[in-house]
């Protein structure tokens, strides 16, 4: 990995983590379009640790928003742990965007903000959205946002305490780094991801404070749509790439990245004629073959 690459990476992680547009979607596309390696978990982790910082510090969270965050971090633990891999495929992701996109433009229906927290029950509500997000591969923040929104919890309030969600299950990250990638990414590299991770997570979230102050939070839809359905186009068209993919997600192994020339379409003819010509060849020493020689001799002999 390059260093325009893991900055890239780690870029990518904090502004998904500072905005509700779905950290687990967009590291799958941004893994799949710029490619993978070993030291890529803990790249992750080091920027999910700057962001998780940063995002702790906006939301500084009250009661509820504790809460909120309990609720939010448990169930969040839960599905984690039994839907990692489905997220982190190009088709889930696809799937998440466009559930996001969903989510963020129906707040334009919303009631208006009331005025103080919301209420309780909206923030356990708001917590339970938020964990069980990755069960669509959407994003945690937006759906919490989204029920914010509804129950008169909007605005930047609501964000705030969406992020402060985000900030406890992105603690969860860092469990997912091995010492053995942590070797592999060294002190140096860990350090830079965590300042980008940071940094973007924070001009992130100072964004999203301009959308909501403006009621403008729908607006990121317009950009998740599209990317969601073109993300699942991508999956169509290239199955092999995106089932090359999925694989590297369950075994761990580095994945070729999207700007790698795919084999040249004479190879993947030819292996398609070797295929051909093995089939007819395992077929000639059947009974039936056998058979059908004998009936093509007698009709050429009269």
Do not use: I
């Amino acid at each position: 990995m390059t260093l325009l690459e893991a900055l890239a990476h780690a870029a990518v992680e904090g502004l998904a983590a500072g905005l509700p547009v779905g950290e687990s979607a967009h590291r799958t596309l941004a893994a799949v379009w710029l490619g993978t390696d070993a030291s890529l978990v803990a790249l992750r982790a080091s920027a999910a640790l700057g962001a998780c910082l940063v995002l702790a510090l906006v939301a500084l969270p009250g009661l509820r928003s504790a809460a909120a965050m309990v609720v939010a971090t448990a169930v969040g633990t839960l599905f984690r742990a039994v839907l990692a891999p489905w997220p982190e495929v190009p088709a889930g992701a696809g799937l998440g965007l466009v559930v996001t996109a969903v989510a963020l433009l129906s707040t334009t229906a919303a009631p208006a903000p009331a005025p103080g927290e919301p209420r309780l029950g909206g923030a356990f509500a708001a917590g339970l959205a938020h964990g069980m997000a990755p069960l669509l591969g959407a994003s945690p923040a937006g759906l919490a946002f989204m029920v914010l929104c509804w129950v008169g919890g909007g605005g930047w309030r609501g964000a705030r305490m969406a992020l402060g969600m985000t900030a406890g299950t992105l603690a969860l990250e860092l469990r997912r780094a091995s010492p053995a990638s942590l070797a592999t990414l060294g002190p140096t590299a860990a350090l830079v991801g965590l300042a980008v991770g940071g940094a973007t997570a924070a001009a992130a979230a100072l964004a999203w404070r301009w959308l909501c102050r403006r009621r403008r939070s729908a607006w990121l839809g317009v950009w998740l749509l599209p990317l969601g359905l073109a993300a699942l186009a991508y999956d169509r068209a290239l199955p092999e790439r995106a089932v090359s993919y999925q694989l590297s997600v369950v075994s761990g192994q580095p994945c070729t990245a999207l700007r790698a020339d795919p084999a040249p379409a004479p190879e993947r003819r030819g292996s398609c004629d070797a295929v051909a010509l093995t089939d007819e060849t395992q077929k000639a020493g059947t009974p039936e073959a056998a058979e059908a020689g004998d009936d093509r001799k007698l009709n050429t002999e009269n």
